[in-house]
């Protein structure tokens, strides 16, 4: 890890001093991830110019390979699960989501809800998948700046897009103009407060320091959000879905080995095996595999385990906000008092 350092600009959120953590290398260009020392978010020290991270996600991020589309059909269940009662609540009207990738969330949406879907979406692949398998979900766009401003939607969402985002506060400000009043904005992303990225913030399994510029804290103060006109209606940690890293649990059995090699004659009977069976796993899944790869029978394996252990890990936070007229944020300001609540984490 590298010895951190004082970043002179402060937090994006509460304007407190940050620290470097680690190196980040979005398709060759380098900066380093710093976390904020008050509500503990994490961004990169600098900014890359847009052009560069468009050009990224358009032609570098997806290649429409099959084990990318069975990954993304998997998550949209999981996805849906998890907000499904919030987009039941929310205003009649359409639904944006942002960063579809394969259009399997949207097109649930869809059919779940009844309503009008529309889509924006960066990669060239990703929206000749959805045009083909998906045509009545709508393209808006390419990024939510490209699409006119009119207050359409009743809900914006997205799911683990925020975190390939360097900064927040255009981008809300963009959704703000395409939503309704009392329109709502769904997000899942990283948790900035997750325990393994406290203890360990190099190796935590959603560094991707390849790709993510951003995690967000449930520490970020409730007065950022309504000085953008929202309100913080939820804000969870919660379980992602077992297949968003196929190997880990392989690796965590490889870890439990290591510990457990100088014990008794009897334990070390048992590990020894199971490690010879874990690294030959891991052996293959590198050389045969696609990088995170969801081949179907290490899926089934990984969803056994995860749900053997109880899926403990509350990596992800879910993120609900609220569009507010002018006149009800200066009301929300004037009650609440800028000051950061007590959330359901």
């Not at 979005?26 to 468009?54: F, K, N, T, W, Y």
């Not at 929206?127 to 083909?132: H, L, V, Y």
């Not at 997205?158 to 963009?174: G, I, K, P, Y």
């Not at 749900?307 to 403990?312: K, N, S, V």
Request: charged content about 25%; overall charge positive; hydrophobic content about 35%.
């Amino acid at each position: 890890m590298e010895q951190s350092k004082n970043v002179d600009k402060g937090c994006e959120f509460c304007g407190a001093a940050r620290v470097r953590l680690y190196g980040v290398n979005l398709g060759g260009i380098r900066r380093q991830m710093a976390r904020c020392s008050g509500c503990g978010s994490c961004q990169v020290d600098s900014p890359i110019d847009e052009a560069e991270i468009e050009t990224y996600y358009r032609d570098a991020y997806f290649g429409r390979a099959k084990w990318q589309v069975e990954k993304c059909e998997v998550l949209a269940g999981d996805y849906w699960r998890k907000i499904r009662r919030i987009v039941g609540s929310t205003n009649p009207g359409p639904i944006l989501e942002v960063g579809a990738g394969y259009g399997f969330l949207a097109e649930r949406l869809r059919i779940s809800t009844g309503r009008r879907v529309d889509v924006v979406e960066p990669s060239d692949d990703c929206c000749a998948f959805i045009r083909d398998r998906f045509p009545e979900l709508k393209i808006a766009g390419s990024s939510v700046n490209a699409l006119v401003s009119g207050q359409e939607y009743a809900a914006v969402v997205c799911f683990h897009v925020l975190e390939h985002l360097q900064e927040l506060t255009a981008w809300l400000r963009s959704v703000a103009s395409l939503l309704q009043d009392g329109g709502r904005v769904v997000a899942l992303t990283p948790n900035a407060m997750a325990g393994g990225f406290l203890k360990d913030p190099v190796r935590w399994l959603w560094v991707g320091a390849d790709q993510h510029l951003q995690f967000l804290s449930p520490e970020i103060p409730n007065r950022y959000f309504e000085e953008l006109g929202f309100r913080v209606t939820h804000c969870a940690a919660t379980t992602p879905c077992y297949i968003h890293f196929p190997s880990r649990w392989l690796q965590e059995l490889s870890d439990v080995g290591d510990g457990l090699e100088h014990g008794r004659g009897t334990v070390l009977d048992q590990v020894l095996p199971v490690k010879r069976l874990v690294r030959r796993l891991r052996m293959f899944a590198r050389n045969r595999l696609q990088p995170n790869s969801s081949a179907s029978w290490l899926l089934k394996v990984e969803c056994c385990i995860d749900r053997l252990r109880g899926g403990q890990d509350r990596d992800e936070l879910l993120l609900c906000l609220q569009r507010e007229g002018s006149g009800s944020a200066e009301r929300l300001r004037a009650r609440c008092g800028g000051v950061n609540s007590k959330r359901n984490v």
